[in-house]
């Protein structure tokens, strides 16, 4: 079964520095990975995906991923934080078994910046 | 930028009763997804829609839940006797397309609550 797993419930970072949220993946074949952030009171926003190609994959509001495939893992980045980046960020993988690629959400880890 | 949008933002409901979530999903999409998250868990597929006909469901999609494309652009999400257990944000999403590599889009939820 395809999956992902965010180890950590809560990352702390003090804005301007570095930020890293963590994802390990277990699916068979090629995996599709997706980052989504849930912002207070909005809905899920896509960030970036990765498909193929480039291990590093660059998305929205100056966020990064890096696809690793021996550590299977899909860490989400950030060269300097922001108080604004403070939201829920979730891992995903598509289902490619499901009929309708449906997506597998990790548990969310919950990102704070403090001042 | 095009957008999911669902109505409305928060529903609440006496056990038993029907309800009926809406989303209008982004024009050019023909793919279209029903998700949610009970507090603190994690988001979980429902039900995929595609030509007017379910392409997958959930375990959970049980026969309380129904969906409907009743117009050009409106998709539905019916639960006709709502449980405790229903309580819950419920997310709806479109793609272009179902392959691995599309990005699915997110409304902003629905919130209900069954008392």
């Known amino acids: 079964a395809q999956s992902v797993a965010q180890p950590e419930d809560q990352v702390n970072v003090a804005e301007g520095n570095p930020l890293t949220v963590k994802c390990t993946y277990s699916?068979?074949?090629?995996?599709?990975l997706f980052w989504y952030v849930q912002y207070p009171n909005r809905g899920l926003q896509f960030l970036l995906k990765y498909i193929t190609g480039d291990n590093l994959v660059k998305g929205s509001y100056g966020f990064e991923a890096e696809f690793n495939k021996s550590q299977t893992s899909f860490h989400l980045k950030k060269p300097s934080a922001l108080v604004s980046d403070s939201a829920l960020y979730f891992c995903?993988?598509?289902?490619?078994?499901?009929?309708?690629?449906?997506?597998?959400f990790g548990s969310g880890t919950r990102l704070s910046i403090r001042p | 930028e095009p957008e999911v949008t669902q109505t409305p933002s928060h529903q609440v409901t006496q056990m038993g009763q029907e309800v009926i979530l809406r989303c209008v999903p982004i024009s050019n999409h023909l793919y279209f997804y029903w998700y949610r998250q009970i507090l603190g868990q994690k988001v979980e597929f429902l039900v995929s829609f595609y030509n007017n006909e379910i392409s997958e469901k959930s375990e959970i999609f049980d026969d309380q839940f129904s969906v409907e494309r009743p117009d050009g652009s409106n998709f539905t999400l019916k639960i006709r006797s709502t449980k405790l257990e229903d309580s819950a944000m419920y997310f709806c999403?479109?793609?272009?397309?179902?392959?691995?590599?599309?990005?699915?889009?997110f409304g902003p939820g629905t919130r209900l609550l069954v008392l």
């Open positions: 995903a993988v598509r289902d490619l078994y499901s009929s309708a690629s449906k997506i597998i």
């Open positions: 699916v068979s074949g090629n995996p599709y």
């Open positions: 999403a479109s793609s272009e397309g179902s392959a691995g590599q599309e990005t699915q889009y």
